[in-house]
Nanobody, 125 residues
Framework: QLVESGGGLVQPGGSLRLSCEASAGNFDQYTIGWFRQAPGKEREGISCISADGGDIFSRDSMKGRFTISRDNAKKTAYLQLNNLEPDDTAVYYC????????????????????WGQGTQVTVSS
C-alpha cells in the first residue's frame, strides 16, 4: 500500500514536498512513479525513479522545477515541487509497477499497478 502526503494550498512561486510511504512489501525492489491529474484532464506522468535510485526519468516540461528522490531505508519516495504555478493544481499520485525492478522512461499510467489515494495540491493566491 502506498500513502501520499504533503499536499496543500500554496501561493504561486511556492514549494511543497510530497511523500509516498509504503506500508508493506519490498519497497526497495520497485520503481516509484509520480503522476498528477487535474480536473477534466488525463492522468499525467511526472517522474519516476528506479528501485535503487540510479535511474530517473522526468517529463521535460517539469525538469528543473520538480525533483524525485527516495529513501529506501524509510520506504519513502519524495517529489519536491518548486516554483509552483496555478496550472500545477491537481491531485498528485505515486504508483508502483507490478513487476519488481521494472523501469520505463515512458511515464504512462498503465505501466503501474499499485496506486496511492492521492494528495491534493492547490496553487492559488
Amino acid at each position: 500500500q502506498l500513502v501520499e502526503s504533503g499536499g496543500g494550498l500554496v501561493q504561486p512561486g511556492g514549494s511543497l514536498r510530497l511523500s509516498c510511504e509504503a506500508s508493506a512489501g519490498n519497497f526497495d525492489q520497485y520503481t516509484i512513479g509520480w503522476f498528477r491529474q487535474a480536473p477534466g484532464k488525463e492522468r499525467e506522468g511526472i517522474s519516476c525513479i528506479s528501485a535503487d535510485g540510479g535511474d530517473i526519468f522526468s517529463r521535460d516540461s517539469m525538469k528543473g522545477r520538480f525533483t524525485i528522490s527516495r529513501d529506501n531505508a524509510k520506504k519513502t519516495a519524495y517529489l519536491q515541487l518548486n516554483n509552483l504555478e496555478p496550472d500545477d493544481t491537481a491531485v498528485y499520485y505515486c504508483a508502483a509497477p507490478e513487476i519488481q525492478y521494472f523501469v520505463s522512461d515512458r511515464l504512462v499510467a498503465y505501466e503501474y499497478k499499485y496506486w496511492g489515494q492521492g494528495t491534493q495540491v492547490t496553487v492559488s493566491s
